[in-house]
């Protein structure tokens, strides 16, 4: 509950700082920047520009969120990495994936202290061109590659559920085929982000922009100078975005279609509970990362093909930021997935070795458990606690 007060406390400041910037949008031409007749290699803005990056919008809001997602990212998918890699000693598919996924995750969030240093130095990159196409890939890599895995992860729980004695429920050769497929994927397509320039030097600020501004060469014909970015975003919003989901919505409504036809009456409240949660979560981290985000990116570049004066860019940017906070999300996902992950996340933060685990498993295996008591029982008579 605290965590939802927060996420709407932060989209409502993001609403009130895109309404101010947006209240502006009339007075020239958004986000748009073209090169200075005077001095070659930088470039010029208007006033509009010129004031959102002066703004409270990326100089406050998104470098807190940026800090959210490093100081919860960081140690939760490394646990959660950890978790999967380590402390799992029986691998599986679901947690193939969401080891995957969480290393999707981990990637993107070691990147986000240079996002945060950005904005907090008013915009300004100091870190090259070079790094900056890195960070750029990173994130948008991180975004799809969720997706993907989400949707993996969807197909699979739903394949345990209605086809329990089916021989690829527990095929980790498939899973792992998979995963690298996944990771070719994205890999090749982030291939274009690396073909166009995305720091911009502004001469009257005395900033360099890293993907915050597009370089425009003929303002009458902006097409040509978007070309690669338009084509590219629209390309992944249908094929890695619009498909994937169609999946997941497809997956998770046979997922509770077999809970309700296939299970008795007890099992099935409890699995279809435990379903839903999932399904809550997924639907959160689309409706708040990947929903708008990938909807603003088509808008975009779309109004800035055509030359059009409110190309959106501040909710297009807010929207953006947003999507990097599926990076926290996801470790809900993981805890509503695997059962053995919230068990082996209790005993890593209770200190309790795999051996530990597996003695005191073993243990209270052996005794009979007594609700008068509400305690384990050996057949000496000894009593022990089922509380630890």
Not at 132 to 150: A, D, H, P, Q, T
């Amino acid at each position: 509950m605290d965590f939802t007060r927060l996420l709407s406390l932060l989209v409502i400041f993001c609403c009130f700082s895109v309404s101010n910037v947006s209240a502006q949008r009339d007075k020239g031409r958004g986000f748009i920047v073209v090169e200075d007749p005077k001095e070659s290699g930088k470039y010029i803005v208007d006033p509009t520009t010129s004031d959102a990056l002066k703004s409270t919008l990326t100089t406050v809001f998104l470098p807190i969120i940026y800090i959210i997602v490093f100081v919860v990212g960081l140690p939760t998918n490394a646990m959660a990495l950890w978790v999967f890699l380590i402390r799992t000693k029986k691998k599986h598919p679901s947690s193939i994936y969401m080891a995957n996924l969480a290393l999707a995750d981990l990637l993107f969030v070691i990147w986000t202290p240079l996002k945060v240093a950005y904005h907090l130095n008013g915009n300004n990159w100091t870190y090259g061109e070079p790094l900056c196409k890195v960070l750029v890939s990173f994130f948008y890599g991180n975004m799809y590659c969720s997706v993907l895995f989400i949707a993996c992860l969807s197909v699979q729980r739903y394949w345990v559920v209605a086809h329990p004695l089916s021989h690829h429920r527990k095929n980790n050769k498939l899973a792992i085929g998979v995963c690298v497929a996944v990771w070719a994927f994205i890999w090749l397509t982030s291939t274009p982000l690396y073909l166009y320039e995305h720091t911009a030097k502004l001469s009257e600020l005395n900033i360099t922009t890293c993907h915050d501004v597009s370089i425009i060469q003929n303002v009458k014909d902006p097409f040509p100078s978007v070309k690669l970015p338009f084509y590219y975003f629209n390309f992944m919003a249908l094929f890695v975005f619009l498909v994937p989901c169609i999946v997941i919505i497809v997956a998770y409504v046979l997922l509770l279609r077999a809970l309700g036809n296939n299970m008795e009456e007890s099992t099935a409240k409890q699995n279809r509970h435990k379903a839903v949660a999932l399904i809550v979560t997924v639907l959160v981290t689309f409706l708040v990362c990947f929903i708008p985000s990938n909807i603003m990116l088509v808008v975009h570049y779309f109004l800035l093909k055509q030359g059009e004066v409110n190309n959106a860019y501040a909710l297009y940017i807010s929207t953006l930021c947003l999507a990097s906070l599926n990076s926290c999300l996801d470790p809900f996902i993981y805890y509503f997935v695997s059962e053995d992950f919230r068990d082996q996340v209790k005993n890593t933060l209770l200190c309790r070795s795999s051996r530990t685990v597996e003695r005191m498993r073993v243990s209270f295996s052996s005794m009979k458990y007594s609700k008068k008591s509400k305690s384990y029982v050996s057949d000496s008579g000894n009593t022990q606690s089922s509380t630890c």
